[in-house]
């Protein structure tokens, strides 16, 4: 049973990424569960150890298996059965184990932001006593490499998904738009002349590509670099900064 449950923002993958006060909670863990998802992504649990490497740790690590959303149901049911089955393979991992300490969970980037641990950490029952330490985002590593201010003077900045951009266009009134959890490189769907893209992937890390461009001007030459470097790696993580052009 997983009585105190620590999620650790960890950056995007590089242990020049994680806090000091990330290091720490590594340290202190007592189990560390690294996910494993699969052929091809051995690298995203080979990034983990690393970082607890790094970190000096003495924990524990306990692997799980990642299960696979199920794309025949509807988008909203599809999360919430791959929420609950993820959180039913943490119990599982741990179960029969004697832990004398915290549990701790590497969460890329930073767990408030733009992803699901800590939801699926409330769905334990019964619920654990849960810790998140904040990380880097991938806004502030895309943000950092290109020497780029988020905001405008007094500008307002959107963070939304791929999905919404596919979905519902340029958001009404939008000046700058981060866009995160994008498989499909929604931006071509933007049919304007008058935005700018700032793209990162692998962020922080050695393999780190980056472009930037008139939208219309460098679109094609970045779905071909993350296509190239996806089929390369096995895995690609990478996020973007849309902007009105003045």
């Not at 405008?152 to 266009?169: A, E, F, Q």
């Not at 700058?176 to 893209?197: C, K, N, P, W, Y």
């Amino acid at each position: 049973m997983i009585d105190t449950l620590w999620l650790i923002g960890i950056g995007t993958g590089s242990p020049d990424h994680v806090t000091g006060q990330g290091m720490a909670a590594l340290r202190d863990a007592a189990v560390i569960l690294v996910p494993h998802k699969g052929a091809g992504k051995d690298d995203l649990a080979t990034l983990r150890h690393r970082i607890i490497d790094a970190s000096g740790s003495q924990a524990e690590i306990i692997p799980f298996d990642y299960p696979v959303r199920d794309p025949d149901l509807p988008y909203a049911e599809r999360v919430a059965r791959w929420h609950d089955e993820i959180a039913r393979r943490w119990q599982a991992a741990v179960a029969g184990t004697d832990i004398k300490g915290p549990v701790a969970l590497l969460v890329w980037g930073d767990p408030s932001l733009y992803d699901s641990t800590i939801r699926i950490a409330q769905r334990l029952d019964p619920k654990p006593d849960i810790r998140v330490v904040s990380g880097i985002t991938a806004i502030q590593a895309l943000t950092a490499a290109h020497a780029l201010p988020l905001n405008t003077v007094n500008g307002p900045v959107l963070i939304t998904t791929g999905r919404r951009l596919r979905d519902h266009g340029w958001p009404e009134g939008a000046e700058r738009v981060v866009v995160m959890l994008d498989g499909e490189a929604s931006f071509q769907t933007l049919d304007r002349s008058d935005l700018h893209i700032w793209w990162g992937a692998y962020l922080g890390m050695p393999e780190q590509i980056l472009d930037q461009g008139r939208l219309a001007d460098v679109a094609e030459r970045i779905v071909t670099t993350r296509a190239e470097a996806r089929a390369r790696h096995g895995w690609i993580m990478d996020t973007y900064l849309l902007s009105t052009c003045n």
